[in-house]
């Protein structure tokens, strides 16, 4: 019999990015000393705070990829809660030559997809959340050069985010995930091959026709575009 975990993830001060790397030396609040495989070996057998555990070390990646794919908060938190129920149902199940990442993130895409197929007549209106235009789409902008002065800057940067918005939105769906993946939650290859199901050099195919597609969108803006290189 599988363990009961109830699954309530709060999503209220979740943040949308990478977490913090001002002192890459500081204490990691996601890192218990325990591995993946064995805070679920620890679920398993009935230890439900080792599942909290996992909770507060995936949260935050598997809720950003979610909602930069499907472009809506609430359905985002609706889809990572399914994420980890699904995680609880399949805990006893899951093979440890497989990393528990590569798994929860193959949970995660798949629910994406079929969310996506669902909604197929909808056409997504951004990879932001509703409200959060301040916020970048991706960490791509964050990686821009700030070579010019300040004040063309701040008039530059809300075009340089739009443009790159309206390119992710356009990106074949493929493309795209294969991007959020590696740019966001900083998957490797072979990962992202696992996640998707397709071989590690079709994955970085998608890859480079993703930053082909942004390098033309940022035309505008040369110097900054080569940074996608």
């Known amino acids: 019999m599988e363990p009961k975990a109830k699954v309530r993830l709060s999503f209220a001060s979740t943040p949308l990015g990478p977490k913090p ?9 996601y890192d218990s000393g325990a591995s993946d495989l064995e805070l679920l070996g620890r679920f398993h057998t009935g230890d439900h705070s080792a599942f909290a555990t996992l909770v507060m070390r995936y949260q935050r990646p598997v809720f950003n990829f979610v909602l930069r794919s499907l472009a809506e908060r609430q359905v985002a938190e609706d889809v990572t809660q ?16 497989a990393k528990f990442s590569t798994w929860l ?3 995660a895409r ?32 964050d990686r821009l050069p700030h ?6 800057r701040s008039a ?6 739009e443009r790159i918005r309206t390119a992710l939105e356009h990106l074949p769906p493929e493309q795209r ?14 990962e992202i091959a696992a996640i998707c199901g397709i071989p590690e050099n ?14 033309a969108a940022l035309a505008d803006y040369e110097e900054d575009a080569t940074t996608l290189r």
């Open 21 to 29: 790397a001002d002192d890459p030396d500081a204490p990691d609040p």
């Open 177 to 190: 995930e294969v991007f959020l993946l590696r740019q966001v939650d900083d998957l490797s290859f072979a």
């Open 156 to 161: 530059a940067s809300p075009r340089i985010r």
């Open 202 to 215: 079709t994955v970085k195919s998608r890859m480079r026709y993703a930053l082909e597609r942004l390098q």
């Open 105 to 107: 993130f193959t949970i």
């Open 82 to 97: 399914e994420v980890f129920l699904r995680v609880v149902q399949g805990a006893g199940g899951f093979q440890s030559q």
């Open 110 to 141: 798949n629910l994406c997809v079929d969310h996506s197929r669902r909604m197929k007549h909808r056409k997504h209106a951004s990879l932001d959340a509703p409200g959060r235009d301040s916020e970048p789409a991706v960490r791509l902008v």
């Open 147 to 152: 070579q010019q002065p300040a004040t063309d």
